[in-house]
């Protein structure tokens, strides 16, 4: 008979997801994990291989929380699901309990050659998130709803620029309000008329 793992593995992901989030892929390190999920190297090896795949485990939870993939499923045009992304960005990435800023954004910068897959798989990540964000604005200039010359890719980049932006903001010390207030400011460069005199200023988001 196999022998009974000693820990939660959903608790020790958990807290490996702080650790990548708090130090970036690199410089955390096998011993600094262990020590924090209470295991022993062993233990960490035998569940999850090695550092790398416990990473990619630690990003498909972090994931789980993916609020921008939310947004744009849920809302019913693409100026309501950008507006509610950066207000849950300003939420989210000042949030208590946690790191600030953004794992996807911050785990891999300045990784050295030898983990240039990590960096490229999060490249991925964004990269895709960015791709969604062209695809509604694109689907909202079909329906009329924004001008025909808008162009859904750097509208896209825009805001994926400013949401990047935010993270590292976030992780320089950036208050929620802060952001807010930069979420408040990206909005005006919406194309077309200006529907958020109706709508009123950003609500909060979760968190």
Known sequence: MSRKRAFDRDAVLEI???????????A?????????????????????GDKRHLFEEVVQRYRRYDFTAR?????????????????EAAANYTAPGHPPGCLVFSAAVN??????????????????????????IASDVAAGLL???????????????TVQGMSTQARDGA????????AELAMLAWPGKREDAAEGPPGPGPG
Do not use: N, Q
Not at 28 to 39: D, E, N, P, Q, W
Not at 71 to 79: D, I, N
Not at 131 to 136: K, L, N
Not at 147 to 161: G, K, N, Q, R, S
């Open 16 to 26: 490996a997801m702080l650790e990548f989030w708090r130090h970036g892929y690199e």
């Open 147 to 161: 001008p025909e010359d808008t162009d859904p890719d750097i509208l896209a980049l825009f805001y994926a620029a």
């Open 71 to 87: 947004a744009l499923a849920e809302e019913p045009t693409a100026r309501a699901a950008i507006a509610r992304v950066l207000r």
């Open 28 to 48: 955390t390190s096998i011993a600094s994990l262990t020590t924090a999920m209470g295991i022993r190297p062993p233990s960490l090896y035998a569940a999850f």
């Open 175 to 182: 208050t929620r309000r802060d952001l807010e207030r930069v």
């Open 111 to 136: 990784v050295g050659p030898e983990s240039a897959d990590v960096r490229e798989a999060l490249r991925g990540i964004r990269e895709a998130a960015k791709a969604a964000i062209a695809a509604v």
